[in-house]
C-alpha cells in the first residue's frame, strides 16, 4: 500500500531554535498533505492543508508565521516550527490521501516528537 | 463536516468480539464513514471504510443502517495487540477537502488477557 514516511521521529531542541519536519510520500504523488498536531491523550487536530506549489491553508488560531508549510514537489512537504518554544511540545503527523478503486484512505506517516527544552 | 460521538472507551477480553458504535447525526449525502486505529506515538493507521450497509475486510467489519445516522465498527476475536484508540470519521471522499480529516475524541479499547 502507500506510504507516507516522516523524518525525524523525535527531535529535541532549544527554545528558540527552528526544527523542520519532513513528510514524503513515498510510492505516490500527493499534491496535497495534511498536519496535525497531538497533544497527549488528547485527539488529532488539523494545523494546516499543503497544498504542492502554492501557499498552505491554515486553520483558525494556527500562526502561519511560526509553523512554516513548504510543499517544493508532490512527494515532499516539511513543516518548520520556528523559535519554538515549550509549549509548542508536541507530536506532528503529516497525511496524505491515496485512493485505490472504490476507497479513499488517508496515510499517515509515523509522527515526531518534538521536545523544546 | 459531520460530527460524531463515540464512546470514550471500552474493555475487553481476548478472543471476544468488539463492537464500537458511532453517531453522526448530520451526516451527508456525499459523505463517506471511515474508522482508524492509532498505537501511541504512531499516526493513525486505515481500517475500514463504507458507505451504507455492510462492508467487510480483511480485519474488520463495518455496519451502517438505512439512516447512515450510526455505525458499527466490528472486530472480531481480539487480541491484546488490539490495544488503540479508534476513530471514526465522516466526510467526503473525493473533491477538494479530499483527506482533511477531523477527528473526534476516539475510542479508547483496552483488551485484557
Known amino acids: 500500500g502507500a506510504v507516507v514516511s516522516q523524518h525525524p521521529s523525535w527531535v529535541i531542541c532549544k527554545s528558540g531554535t527552528s526544527v523542520k519536519i519532513e513528510c514524503r510520500s513515498l510510492?505516490?504523488?500527493?499534491?496535497?498533505m495534511f498536519w496535525y498536531r497531538q497533544f497527549p491523550k488528547q485527539s488529532l487536530m488539523l494545523m494546516a492543508t499543503?497544498?504542492?506549489?502554492?501557499?498552505?491553508?491554515?486553520e483558525q488560531g494556527v500562526e502561519k508565521d511560526k509553523f512554516l508549510i513548504n510543499h517544493a514537489s508532490l512527494t515532499l512537504s516539511t513543516l518548520t516550527v520556528t523559535s519554538a518554544h515549550p509549549e509548542d511540545s508536541s507530536f506532528y503527523i503529516c497525511?496524505?490521501?491515496f485512493g485505490t478503486g472504490s476507497v479513499t484512505e488517508a496515510f499517515f506517516g509515523q509522527g515526531t516528537r518534538l521536545t523544546v527544552v | 463536516l459531520a460530527k460524531t460521538t463515540q464512546p470514550i472507551s471500552m474493555d475487553s477480553y481476548e478472543g471476544q468480539e468488539v463492537n464500537i458504535t458511532c453517531s453522526h447525526n448530520?451526516?451527508?449525502?456525499?459523505?463517506?464513514i471511515t474508522w482508524y486505529q492509532q498505537f501511541p506515538s504512531q499516526g493513525p493507521r486505515f481500517i475500514i471504510q463504507?458507505?451504507?450497509t455492510k462492508v467487510t475486510n480483511e480485519v474488520a467489519s463495518l455496519f451502517i443502517p438505512a439512516d447512515r445516522k450510526s455505525s458499527t465498527l466490528s472486530l472480531p476475536r481480539v487480541s491484546l495487540s488490539d490495544t488503540a484508540v479508534y476513530y471514526c470519521?465522516?466526510?467526503?471522499?473525493?473533491?477538494?477537502?479530499?483527506?482533511?480529516?477531523?477527528f473526534g475524541k476516539g475510542t479508547k479499547l483496552s483488551v485484557k488477557p
Open positions: 497525511s496524505a490521501s
Open positions: 510510492d505516490f504523488q500527493a499534491t496535497t
Open positions: 499543503s497544498n504542492e506549489g502554492s501557499k498552505a491553508t491554515y
Open positions: 448530520n451526516i451527508a449525502t456525499n459523505d463517506y
Open positions: 463504507g458507505y451504507k
Open positions: 470519521l465522516v466526510g467526503e471522499r473525493h473533491g477538494g477537502s479530499q483527506g482533511n480529516l477531523i
